[in-house]
T-cell receptor
Framework: DAGVIQSPRHEVTEMGQEVTLRCKPISGHDYLFWYRQTMMRGLELLIYFNNNVPIDDSGMPEDRFSAKMPNASFSTLKIQPSEPRDSAVYFC????????????FGPGTRLTVT | AQSVTQLGSHVSVSEGALVLLRCNYSSSVPPYLFWYVQYPNQGLQLLLKYTTGATLVKGINGFEAEFKKSETSFHLTKPSAHMSDAAEYFCAVSRFGNEKLTFGTGTRLTIIP
């Protein structure tokens, strides 16, 4: 299995631009999570889905952030407009559910907003 | 609400020495506890997990952790450190196994040759 796939791996954009991060979970996994990692705040959950339905979006910072999961094999995290404080590494993770509990993380997208 | 405290943001041990990384949790319900490792510029990888049952949990790469409810702790240990263990280690908790993880702030482990 290829694991969780994220694209792009690096993104540099200017303040005010729209940014879209993409994630392909492991096939057969029912849960998908978006986390953000920064020096100041550490690792924090933004949102997670179960069977393509958002379950908890309490970590989404503000209306500038949105996430979708149109099908079981694809999710996007969009920031519009982007701000320098959004600079971070964004991780996508997936898990099969049941009694596995292990979340498999993608390699992350390093976002820099100038 | 769940929370995790990792004591020591940086830990250095000599190669071959005992590794001990500390984690204390707060949870309103019986917790699910995890240790993840992150190598530079990579995602996180699960080392081990506690869900129910045996309180001493063995993981990959020779690591183990013991769930101590009375101390609300889940410390990570390895008897003999190897150079390849140098990485950042995160303790995490969830209320239910397949919901969001709440992470500690991480401990960067350095191995001294």
């Amino acid at each position: 299995d290829a694991g969780v796939i994220q694209s792009p791996r690096h993104e540099v954009t200017e303040m005010g631009q729209e940014v879209t991060l993409r994630c392909k979970p492991i096939s057969g996994h029912d849960y998908l999570f978006w986390y953000r990692q920064t020096m100041m705040r550490g690792l924090e959950l933004l949102i997670y889905f179960n069977n393509n339905v958002p379950i908890d979006d309490s970590g989404m910072p503000e209306d500038r952030f949105s996430a979708k999961m149109p099908n079981a094999s694809f999710s996007t995290l969009k920031i519009q407009p982007s701000e320098p404080r959004d600079s971070a590494v964004y991780f996508c993770a997936s898990t099969a559910g049941g009694s596995s509990y292990e979340q498999y993380f993608g390699p992350g997208t390093r976002l820099t907003v100038t | 609400a769940q929370s995790v405290t990792q004591l020591g943001s940086h830990v250095s041990v000599s190669e071959g020495a005992l590794v001990l990384l500390r984690c204390n949790y707060s949870s309103s319900v019986p917790p699910y506890l995890f240790w993840y490792v992150q190598y530079p510029n990579q995602g996180l990888q699960l080392l081990l997990k506690y869900t129910t049952g045996a309180t001493l949990v063995k993981g990959i790469n020779g690591f183990e952790a013991e769930f101590k409810k009375s101390e609300t702790s889940f410390h990570l240990t390895k008897p003999s450190a190897h150079m390849s263990d140098a990485a950042e280690y995160f303790c995490a908790v969830s209320r239910f196994g397949n919901e969001k993880l709440t992470f500690g702030t991480g401990t960067r482990l350095t191995i001294i040759p």
